[in-house]
């Protein structure tokens, strides 16, 4: 227990400056509802830097453990922690939240308010979601999340906005209701909502088997696997730039949470029993979405493709059964949300002054923006996989615990580096080098001192992690050891 509420402060004070955003009322308050915005990210992201400094990184036990009675009659509690695995995905969101609340600085003139207060409490709520230790809690800020994220494209998305947010809502929702399912059985057992009950309770095979299937269409979703996909391309599309933001780098991430804190440690021989299935999943999605992604002509659309591509390589590298595999895929998923967000506030960038998305309006972009050009570069090897970057660390280690396992595994899955490399530099080719054909392109501008700002930021984390990624696994090794001792060695009741 800690004596600070460092967790609840991280869920809170997000939430409730953005309540308090929304307070500030017409769009003629816009300045005072960003500055509002601003230092209450920066507040929220402030308390979270606590969890990481005093974190115990020898231990796999949960941490900052927060608990209270909330429905007592159905032993419901309001019970927080962080552990090696959820800690750096608090401390993600949180650093995220500051990027997108800057990226929409200038770009968001309508409603302003309301789109600042949006990302605020949906950053409040993702951070429960990384923390929740009770089931119900969980699900509660697991269906609130999708709420921000629906208003947001719905309302300051592209012109298919409204489709493309109801298809979002309905693909999640329809998973989490199996989720659902799944939860109130594990009560009926335990006789408790506790997710570290559930953890230490043996279920039956036949049940372990439902179970699974119910968090794969639940978790599965999120992620987006193969084949229930198709809603995150049109998401990304019609999102504004802030949305895509979040929705690539911490909304994708709470499907693969979910494998990793629900389904392997709950229903582990079930998870092995059905190997097969997400592997085979997890490759379709690595090797079929990347030459999906080679024929895109959309840049948002490539991006949206790519993503679902390396968040293949995660749900893969879960279900490897090995440490390697499993700590390649948490730095995955760290990474993505580096290099993903920074892609998509690359994109935004160019939309923001030629108001169009089509790779082939584009072309020679580095003669009139070179600040941008050299910071695009360096996102879009990241994307490939470069060495030294972040994006490098994690594929290539799930490839090595691929390779313990199978060959064929290992091949199939190193083909996203070729592939990577294939569509992220092509568009790169297209859009920054070459004649300038278009007059819109002509008369560019460079970034300005904000863009720059906040691309330099993601530039340092990318590098960062890619350079030295010790301090960001550190803190996972023992987790993931006690993970792969209780899903390796629980035992069924007979």
């Given amino acids: 227990m800690t004596d600070i509420p460092f967790l609840s402060l991280a869920i809170w004070i997000p939430i409730l400056g953005g309540l308090l955003v929304l307070a500030t009322g017409p769009d003629t308050n816009a300045r005072m509802a960003r500055v509002a915005a601003l230092l209450t990210a920066i507040l929220g992201f402030a308390v979270t830097i606590p969890l990481y400094a005093r974190f115990e990184t020898g231990s796999f036990a949960m941490q900052f453990e927060e608990l209270r009675p909330w429905i007592e009659y159905f032993n419901i509690n309001y019970h927080l922690g962080v552990d090696g695995i959820s800690l750096w995905f608090v401390l993600l969101n949180a650093f995220m939240t500051i990027i997108v609340v800057i990226a929409g600085w200038t770009s968001i003139q309508s409603r302003v308010a309301q789109y600042m207060a949006a990302f605020l409490i949906m950053s409040g709520l993702m951070n429960g979601i990384f923390s929740a230790l009770d089931g119900v809690l969980f699900y509660v800020f697991f269906e609130a999340s999708l709420i921000p994220l629906y208003l947001i494209i719905g309302i300051w998305g592209g012109p298919n906005r409204v489709y493309a947010a109801f298809k979002f809502f309905l693909f999640t929702l329809a998973g989490s209701l199996l989720l659902l ?41 999120k992620v987006p696997m193969w084949p229930v996909h198709t809603w995150l391309p049109d998401a990304h ?12 780098a911490i909304a994708l991430k709470l499907g693969a949470y979910g494998f990793v804190r629900f389904a392997l440690p709950i229903v582990p021989d079930a998870c092995r029993e059905f190997t097969w299935l997400v592997v085979g999943l997890s490759l379709v999605a690595v090797v079929y979405i990347g030459f999906v992604a080679l024929a895109q002509t959309d840049m948002k659309k490539l991006v949206a493709y790519s993503s679902v591509s390396h968040m293949g390589f995660v749900t893969l590298g879960f279900f490897l059964h ?9 730095v995955q998923m760290i990474s993505h949300g580096f290099v993903s967000g920074a892609m998509f506030l690359c994109i935004g960038v160019l939309y923001d002054r030629v108001h169009s998305r089509q790779i082939a309006d ?40 691929a390779m313990q396992e199978s060959f064929l595994i ?85």
């Fill in 237 to 248: 599309v019609e999102a504004p730039t802030g949305g895509s933001v979040v929705l690539a």
């Fill in 362 to 401: 584009y072309g020679g972009v580095v003669n009139t923006m070179p600040k941008f050009a050299a910071f695009f570069m360096l996102f879009a090897m990241a994307n490939a996989g470069l060495p030294a970057t972040s994006g490098f660390v994690g594929e290539f280690t799930v490839i090595l615990g």
């Fill in 410 to 494: 290992a091949f199939l899955a190193a083909t996203t580096l070729i592939l990577g490399a294939a569509y992220t530099l092509w568009m790169y080719k297209r859009v920054v080098f070459g004649a300038v054909a278009n007059e819109k392109v002509a008369g560019l501008t460079d970034i300005n001192r904000r863009e720059f700002f906040f691309l330099a930021l993601l530039a340092l984390c990318v590098l960062a992690m890619g350079l030295y990624p010790f301090p960001f696994t550190d803190v996972m090794h023992a987790s993931v050891n006690h993970l792969l001792e209780h899903v390796n060695g629980k035992m069924l009741p007979l």
């Fill in 181 to 221: 399912l799944a939860l109130i059985y594990l009560y009926n057992t335990t006789g408790s909502f506790e997710i570290l009950e559930w953890h230490r309770t043996p279920v039956a095979v036949g049940a372990q088997t439902l179970i699974f299937f119910a968090f794969l269409a639940a978790f599965g979703v």
């Fill in 322 to 330: 090995n440490q390697l595999g499993i700590e390649g895929a948490l």
